[in-house]
């Protein structure tokens, strides 16, 4: 059974940090893309980060330079740091995985964790 579990979101001031982590099982993750998507109220969803592991990473312009992702292979489980956090960052936090390389394709991600909220005060 594929399993994404999305977890670490919280409310945060502005500025601040917050680390969002997904463990996920069920599937050979070494193929997969595992990216994080995010849905503010109101707007659609929109990627964030995406990683595999032969080092292919994108980031939204939105967020390049204050969010880093990563991976512990030995825990199963994929990180997002957010740093820096603005008020227009607060959003649903989803993460997904897709076969082979995806990008921010989301149409191409089958595996969806359920979110996490994320909210940032000013």
């Known amino acids: 059974e594929v399993q994404l579990q999305a977890y670490g979101g919280g409310l945060v001031q502005a500025g601040g940090s917050l680390r969002l982590s997904c463990t996920f099982s069920?599937?050979?993750?070494?193929?997969?893309?595992l990216g994080w998507f995010r849905q503010a109220p109101g707007k659609e969803r929109e990627g964030v980060s995406c990683?595999?592991?032969?080092?292919?990473?994108y980031y939204a312009d939105s967020v390049k330079g204050r969010f880093t992702i990563s991976r512990d292979n030995a825990k199963n489980t994929v990180y997002l740091q957010m740093n820096s956090l603005r008020s227009e960052d607060t959003a649903v936090y989803y993460c997904?995985?897709?076969?082979?390389?995806?990008?921010?394709?989301?149409?191409?991600?089958?595996?969806w964790g359920q979110g996490t909220l994320v909210t940032v005060s000013s």
């Open positions: 997904a995985a897709a076969r082979g390389w995806a990008g921010m394709s989301e149409s191409q991600y089958e595996y």
């Open positions: 069920g599937f050979p993750s070494a193929d997969y893309t």
């Open positions: 990683f595999r592991d032969d080092g292919s990473t």
